[in-house]
């Protein structure tokens, strides 16, 4: 009699619970999926702005130079050249330096070090772009072009990344910008990631005879390496479609040179320059479609990140949740 | 209780009847004119209790769009509809200069010496035909002046601005090869092989300053708050000027100016007007849709180009010339409602 009566209740509670569980599961699945509703629309938007450039220019948008709003000739190579250019600079600066500040927080950092760190760091992400960008302009390029960039040129001035006249603005300084921005969250992500890795798998390597590095390679980075990457690809999504301070400092010249010194332009610092005064139909039409070529990079990048990662890290345990 | 109620009902059915009485007015556009806007607004307002403003500095594109789709009761640019936008408006447009102003041409030398420049070195620095301070053109114009073997550097607004379209508007009025090339705009393209684009009066005028050789142009209450030093420019007449709000003034009224109000008044022709000055205008349909907002309007535009003027001076706006205030206000009266 007793046992029935318990049978029975927990029926009813599964019952209930089914139902719960059902809810929850729609509820998730729909909140996922305005994710992709709301790319999409972005995506409508963005083509339904850029018809007009769309059917006047057709592909040579994506293969030419020049940037006339004047006679109304556009072309985005400069623009997706400067944004590639500076994200990468941007990456190979903030990449090392956040994946090594992670590891000391985990790994190494003393117990009463760890949570200012943490602090810091996140207090970094918290200054807006526009004062970030400001400090550009009067700290970091007087900085820069009054010893780092006359460094380089001494040292290195036989490439071809490092010639020419140092105005201050460049696109070197704009990846700079660019790296101070992400390596919060390059940081904040890959800590996350190796606090997860397993205390096992350290004492595992340990008992083995691996020294304090062999750790870290082995055990730690090698086990987060697939997690690692994804937070080098959010930060790279920062990059791509990072803005005001960037064309606070990069010098917004539409042109392709080597010279890391000179000045370039990115796709999302010509929208946000130009779109307001943009007065003809074709011009706004034009900068539309500067922010669908935005959001097609962006998507082609992270494709080929992902490819990247299948053909290179090979299988790895993936970080468990 | 139900005396209270009603009371109270009534209390909140006069103080709705109130706001009601209240005329809102809704402009958008020009980055230029935003101080000034500010500054008129709080004074009228105390003119007239019964008027609101509502203005959104979005930039001249912005508001003449939402002009001509009609959210706005007014839109102000630093540049004149063009005729294929005029065409667009679902109604007759009519242009009123509101204020104006100069732009100075600023520089960065060893020891800030004062330079004098005419429309060929200008432009020439522009186009990146002169590239060196102590170029013979310059020498010419500047016997005395020590200058340096040093490169120019052009800097230029990255962002779409009035700014660039009287400076352009300048250029390409003194340059038939800039004007057939780059021609005028809030943005073009810049020919000059050593150049940057800075974002805003202070992105210009920290990059100026922080770079020897460096010439840029900015707005002239900008050049002067930030004590930069500033070419005096050759005018039409051949007389080296110093941008003031005087000179300004005097290129306002010496310029030969539309029924339309659609001008430019670079290059003015009289004898002290500074060459390279704007002016900034404000938008409206000459049939109000909404009689009393129209009304309201018309009166407060009245008021910014007569009274208005002194509050604007204090912001280093020039003042309209006489003459033209009297032609705007004739045309101001023939708005229907």
Redo the contacts between chains.
Sequence with gaps: MNGNATTVKTMEANAAGQWGDRAFKWLTLSMALSIFVLIALIGYELGSGSKLALQKFGWRFLVTN??????EVFGAVPFIFGTLVSSAIALLIAVPISIATAVYITELAPQWLRQPLITFIELLAAVPSVILGLWG??VM??FLSATVFPGLQKWFGFLPFFKG?I???SMLAGGIIVAIMIIPIITSVSREILRSVPGLQREAAYALGATRWEVTRIAVLSYAKKGLFGAVILGLGRALGETMAV??VI???PQIVPSLFA?G?TLA?VI?????????NTY?SALFELGLVLLGVTVLVNIFAQLLLKTFAGPSVKPQH | MKKIILSVLGGSLLLAAQTNAQTLINGAGSTFDYPAFTKWFEAYTKLDANVRFNYQS?????G?RQLIVQTVDFGASD?PM?D??IATAPGNVLHFPIVVGGEAVAYNLPGNPKLKLDADIVSGIYLGNITKWNDSKIIALNSGVSLPDL?I?VVHR?????TTFIFTDYLSSVNPVWADT?????????PAA??????GNE?VA??VK??AGAIGYVELAYAKQNNMTYATLKNAAGNFVDPTLDTVSAAMATAKIPDDFRFSIVNAPGDQAYPIAGASWVIIYEKQKKAETGKKLVSFLKWTITDGQKISATLDYAPLPDEVVQRELKVLDTIKY
Excluded: C, R
Aim: aromatic residues 8%; glycine residues 22%; proline residues 6%.
């Design positions: 020049d940037w006339d709003p004047v006679n302009i009067f390029i007087p006249p105005l201050g603005s064309t606070m010098g917004n010249t000045p332009y610092s946000a320059n130009e779109f307001t005064e943009a007065t003809g706004l | 979005i930039g001249s594109g912005g003449l540049a063009k294929d936008m490169g550097v990255s962002d779409g601005s009035g780059s021609g005028k705009g809030t943005s073009v393209k810049w050593v150049g940057i684009g800075a974002k992105g920290g990059q922080q770079l």
